[in-house]
């Protein structure tokens, strides 16, 4: 439980500072900003309580090799394998309930977050615009501003590049943006409006000027129906990849869609066996040293986490690319440390 509860806050402060860093103090309710860090949750679970079995099987069984407990159960007659059956045994209740969360919590989760930034996107249409970055996520729009005060909405040195026909560009000195039904309302004071055509450069300035974007397909893309790829169990990976090779698009679109696809799914069942992975390699490590603390124990689980962690979100992106086989992408990790904590058990049972 040590093990677990340290990872979890090390990982959810690492969120916290990524994700909801990035709206406090622009106007964002508390309530919602708990929200986002309780939706955060469930897949930092999924990594922090198979990292946490590790360190428990660190711990427990470094401690019974230290106190030569171990050596006094063999002189008894008690095989070391049945010493390891309760640790197995555990590790696949373990892989059940982590199998839970990858299919059912965490895809319910990345749903509801995406929804709830979405919501809070609505409610405060400025809490991601950043003074002197393009802005790209407006339809048939990219906003750029120098300075904007993300509570009321205020922005100054606005510049708006229209990305359809007539390509306009649009300045002005400052600027309010809101949303109404929606409806995403950009109120202009002060500003110029340049296009340029087949009937040459055209310049029209004005002292006001109200620019509104529907957010309607926005609005369906974040309904109730649609669900991205993460946001999916696995008998919907299933359905989706079927509904893909059945409707239209080119040969190569539907191998790369249906690759990404495939990797969810191997990472989703990857990461519900990772608990077992990690109880082999926990043992071997453990019988191979005589002295292990809590101090210790942390300091070996880390570089594995690592380790896992770098595999898993490289061999995703490789995976995604078609680089390498979804199932290699996600297995990798759990293939490796699998075998190096087999070889560490077998030879310690040889001792």
Known sequence: MLGIGVLTVILLM????????????????????????????????????????????????????????????????????KISIVPFTLSLIVTGGVFYLTNHVVPDANFKLRKLLYTIAYEKPT????????????????????????????????????????????????????????????????????????????????????????????????????RTDSELSLSGIKQRIVEIKRGKGSTEYKRLRVNRLMVEYHKKLALAFSPVVLTVLGLGIALSLRKVGAGLSFGIALPFFIFYYVCLVGGETLGDRGIIAPWLSMWFANITLGAVGVCLFIRNLCR
Request: net charge positive.
């Open 127 to 226: 809490y991601r615009i950043k003074p002197r970055v393009i802005f790209s996520e407006l339809p048939d729009y990219d906003l750029y501003v120098l300075e904007v005060e993300h509570k009321t909405g205020h922005l100054e040195g606005v510049t708006i590049f229209e990305k359809v026909s007539p390509y306009r560009t649009i300045v002005a000195r400052e600027g309010y943006l809101y949303s109404r039904d929606s409806i995403l309302v950009l109120q202009l004071i002060d500003g110029e409006i340049h296009t340029v055509d087949e009937n040459g450069y055209q310049k029209v300035s004005f002292p006001k000027y109200v620019l509104r974007v529907s957010l309607e397909a926005k609005t369906k893309y974040h309904g109730a129906r649609h």
């Open 14 to 81: 690492n969120q916290f500072f990524l994700m909801v860093w990035d709206i406090i103090g622009k106007g964002v309710k508390p309530i919602q900003i708990a929200r986002v860090l309780l939706y955060s949750l469930p897949f930092i679970f999924v990594f922090t309580i198979p990292m946490g079995i590790f360190i428990a099987h660190l711990m427990a069984f470094g401690r019974l090799n230290q106190d030569f407990e171990l050596l006094a159960l063999k002189g008894c007659g008690v095989h070391p394998m």
